[in-house]
Nanobody, 116 residues
Framework: QVQLVESGGGLVQPGGSLRLSCAAS????????MDWYRQAPGKERELVAV???????NYADSVRGRFTVSRDNGRDVVSLQMNSLKPEDTAVYYC??????????WGQGTQVTVSS
């Protein structure tokens, strides 16, 4: 059984930092890509950052320059370093992994709240 487990969410003041991690386990196969999404209350889930197995990274315009995605290919772990957090970054953050067969796997989500 494949599992993606996120950790690292919490409450932080505006301007603060958090680091999220997501670890994949089970018979997931070769993971080609790991992404971070987020979903704020009343809004659609949006793509935040992409980390490919080739080492490239892409970001949503709203987080570029503040968030950094990194991936440990050997352990199928992806992290998201979030700096200069803003109240509008408040959301549930989800990790997604895609394997070489195009199968998608999602984590359960971790809450990030940015508030003074």
């Amino acid at each position: 059984q494949v599992q993606l487990v996120e950790s690292g969410g919490g409450l932080v003041q505006p301007g603060g930092s958090l680091r999220l991690s997501c670890a994949a386990s089970g018979s997931i196969g070769r993971v080609s890509r790991m992404d971070w999404y987020r979903q704020a209350p009343g809004k659609e889930r949006e793509l935040v950052a992409v980390a490919t197995s080739g080492g490239s990274a892409n970001y949503a315009d709203s987080v570029r320059g503040r968030f950094t995605v990194s991936r440990d290919n050997g352990r199928d772990v992806v992290s998201l370093q979030m700096n200069s957090l803003k109240p509008e970054d408040t959301a549930v953050y989800y990790c997604r992994a895609i394997n070489a067969y195009g199968q998608n796997y999602w984590g359960q989500g971790t809450q990030v709240t940015v508030s003074s």
